[in-house]
Every structure is written in C-alpha cells, then in structure tokens.
C-alpha cells in the first residue's frame, strides 16, 4: 500500500529529529508549536502546513526541499513492487475484474533427464 504525504513527510521529520537526538519538547518549543500536534504530524495523523513545516525544518537545522526529497523517496520507495523472485519461479496469479476465479499459469517446464545409455 502506498504511503500518504503526511505520512512520508512525518516519518521524514522524525527520523531527522531523532538522528540529532533532539526530543519532541525541544523541537516543539523552538519551531513554537505544540508537543502533541508536532507528534501527530511526525506520526502521519495531521497534515502540516508550510509554514509550520519550514518552523519544524529550521528547529531541525535542515531544508525544507531535504525534507520533502526524503519524504518523496519514502513514497516511491513504498510503491515498488514488496517481492521480488527469481526469475525461473516465477507465475502469475490475474483475476479477470468481477471474477473470483484466478488464471494461474502453469509452473515452470523443467529440461528431461539426459539419456542413461544402457549396456546391449
């Protein structure tokens, strides 16, 4: 499932805050906003506006456009495929819209054997 901005953009400032060992009282006291609505926002719950997020950004000591690449790449990230296999396993498991039924494909054909030559 793909990760909502303010999600992306919460995870960003927390895992900032908290590689400069700075704790939310700190950063809510110098970005000036409340403890709780700054853990709300690092927790994806509220949607910051830009303004406080420059504030959250500057009480940091990091760029706003740092944040919002970090963020952008957590969501690109979140959207790629989760598995990967290789390329000899792989099958396909589609469902025809409205249908319950799957169209799997058949597993992989393996080489035969090499002949054994008999003793005549």
Do not use: F, N, W
Request: proline fraction near 7%; include cysteine.
């Amino acid at each position: 499932m793909a990760v909502l901005l303010r999600e992306a953009i919460g995870g960003s400032l927390r895992r900032a805050r908290t590689a400069r060992r700075r704790t939310l009282r700190e950063v809510s006291r110098q970005a000036r906003v409340s403890l709780g609505y700054l853990s709300e926002v690092e927790r994806g719950v509220k949607e910051a506006s830009s303004e406080l997020l420059a504030s959250i950004c500057e009480a940091l000591d990091i760029s706003l456009p740092d944040l919002l690449t970090s963020a952008a790449e957590e969501m690109a990230q979140s959207m790629r495929p989760q598995m990967i296999v290789p390329i000899g396993q792989r099958h396909a498991d589609l469902r025809i819209a409205g249908s319950s039924s799957a169209l799997v494909s058949p597993p992989p054909v393996t080489a035969p054997a090499s002949p054994v030559a008999s003793a005549a």
